[in-house]
């Protein structure tokens, strides 16, 4: 059986993966970019973010950042990953990525506003789903083939996954910084280590890799 | 100027210092001794616990925690660290640690209940103070001499130092469990990491070590 993993998934030390706030301006909401500039420097990220013009980090960083493709098949993302807006889908809005966004992969959008499958370059199919998680999984298997599923966010999508015992793999980077407020992705989830198995790793970057392997 | 410490404080990755629930037979009400069980390991806890038997370990987690008597003049600790009790003190309570606590200095309890100054064995006098943070400090200086000034916990102790910026080192141990609930050390503390640099440290027993020390 494929597995169902999480990467690059950065929270403050008090747990939020994303700030108070978000808008088309603030994706981050109060938080700004504070939670991904570890990743900037990294090799994986600077080809995402300027294809072709090379540089980037070979650290601790990048060996974890650069995990993120690999054998992925489909990624699941929360609708509040793919839009800064809320309640209708806006027809005209088609992600944060440009015309060729960097998945390469079919992305299951989950939301209560479906609307018709987008197609942009680059085999980025975007469908969007209306289902819980189990029944969003058992889609994106099917559109992953033997390959795996990346569980992309937002924090309520990664929270539901982990709630519904779903997820094999997970890494967190957790950032030294205070946000106070935000969605926190351990709401909820008391005990959830007692599934996991955990290892910590430092950067010199400042930041602390945890990965979350599930057990046997 | 001497200098202000914390150590050996441990949180779980979602934040909380202590459970809830605490009681006489619950100190760290629903997390049992989870957020402690890394420090039993170690030669100075061990040596603490039960004195001249030997025994411990010499690793990360022992270099961190035999650093928090060296220097230290007094400590300073809230009321809930002292007792299991609430509203006004019980005078037959002398603490958890017997006839010979392992302070061996002067401690400042802060209490809205004050009562007579207690001396135990090994230099262990405990005074109860009713003082919001830097007056407690200011008179905590006073007992310490040149030496530093321990803040012991719990929580609430900590976090009041914290916003009145009077930490100069602090320790802190992630422990990686998600408690849930409880009290949480970063309630209040928003931007924090602003007045420190961090640095962290991964050991074997699988916890993260996190020090924060104050910028000059």
């Not at 993120?68 to 809005?93: C, D, H, L, Q, T």
């Not at 990525?97 to 506003?113: Q, Y």
């Amino acid at each position: 059986m494929s597995s169902v993993r999480v990467h690059n998934f950065s929270i403050s030390l008090d747990g939020y993966g994303t700030g108070e706030g978000q808008s088309i301006d603030a994706p981050f909401g109060h938080a700004g970019m504070r939670l991904n500039e570890w990743a900037f420097g990294t090799r994986t990220f600077r080809d995402m973010l300027a294809p072709g013009e090379g540089g980037g980090s070979f650290g601790v960083d990048e060996a974890f950042a650069s995990n993120w493709a690999e054998g992925i098949g489909v990624e699941i993302m929360g609708r509040n990953k793919f839009s800064p807006y809320r309640g209708p889908m806006e027809e005209e809005w088609n992600g944060w990525w440009g015309d060729n966004p960097p998945f390469h992969t079919p992305v299951i959008v989950l939301t209560h506003h479906p609307r018709p499958t987008l197609t942009l370059e680059g085999r980025n199919t975007f469908h969007f789903v209306d289902a819980d998680a189990a029944t969003a999984l058992a889609q994106a298997r099917e559109l992953a083939g033997d390959l795996d599923v990346r569980i992309g966010g937002g924090v309520d999508t990664v929270r539901q996954f982990l709630a519904a015992d779903l997820i094999d793999r997970m890494h967190l980077v957790v950032v030294p910084i205070v946000l106070g407020r935000g969605q926190n992705l351990w709401q909820g989830l008391e005990g959830i280590e007692e599934r996991f198995d955990i290892e910590s790793t430092p950067s010199p970057s400042g930041v602390t890799h945890l990965t979350f392997t599930r057990r046997g």
